[in-house]
């Protein structure tokens, strides 16, 4: 059955304080690995997709990697702005319609 | 590029009636919609997966016949919350994929808040 774990649940943050989110999958046959942002209220927020080991990609503050068993967000010089909370998803092994396992989050504040 | 909306934002209904929120990709073709629940603080749970012009297919423990989903055309999905009850209260997510080259990347709506009194 795929997993996805996400870590920590909830970080603070001083602005301009760089860390990292971390995501950890088991899936059999990775065919992606998804970091959504979702703000209160509102619906998840595509960022990235990854597909290969090694793959990096950057959006502003936000770079994510991945390995053969993690993904890690980081976030560099963090604004306030950047408080959400930020999902990681696989598509499900098998079957063609690429259902999302969705990891349960970890809610990011910074505070000014 | 690749934008979902959802329509109402919002809806507040009695108790026993029926409410239709829809789901549009305004700049692709959807050949998959998915349709999402999330309750306060938890994650997105799955309720049914439709493809165009298909029979939608519903995860273990949603009743179909509680929660009709018609995906009529590439670009709408409809779900209809019929005989609303208090607990059907929620916020609801739809999600597209389709966009030529990344078929497996889902873009969300912006959620419906229903409120059933």
């Known amino acids: 059955e795929d997993q996805v774990t996400q870590s920590p649940e909830a970080l603070r943050l001083q602005e301009g304080e760089s860390s990292s989110l971390n995501c950890s999958y088991t899936v059999s046959g990775l065919r992606g690995l998804f970091w959504y942002r979702q703000d209160p209220g509102k619906g998840p927020e595509f960022l990235f997709t990854?597909?290969?080991a090694g793959e990096e990609k950057e959006k502003e503050r936000l770079k994510a990697t991945l390995t053969k068993k993690e993904s890690f967000l980081h976030i560099t010089a963090p604004k306030p702005e950047d408080s959400a909370t930020y999902l990681c998803a696989v598509p499900n092994s098998g079957g063609s319609n690429y259902k999302l396992t969705f990891g349960k989050g970890t809610l990011l504040t910074v505070n000014p | 590029g690749a934008v979902v909306s959802q329509h109402p934002s919002r809806v507040i209904c009695k108790s026993g009636t029926s409410v239709k929120i829809e789901c549009r990709s305004l700049d692709f073709q959807a050949t998959t919609m998915f349709w999402y629940r999330q309750f306060p603080k938890q994650s997105l749970m799955l309720m049914a997966t439709?493809?165009?012009?298909?029979?939608?297919?519903?995860e273990q423990g949603v009743e179909k016949d509680k929660f009709l989903i018609n995906h009529a055309s590439l670009t709408l999905s409809t779900l209809t919350v019929t005989s609303a009850h208090p607990e059907d209260s929620s916020f609801y997510i739809c999600?597209?994929?389709?966009?030529?080259?990344?078929?497996?990347?889902?873009?969300f709506g912006p959620g419906t808040r229903l409120l059933v009194l």
């Open positions: 990854l597909y290969s």
């Open positions: 439709s493809n165009e012009g298909s029979k939608a297919t519903y």
């Open positions: 999600s597209a994929s389709g966009v030529a080259g990344y078929q497996e990347t889902q873009y």
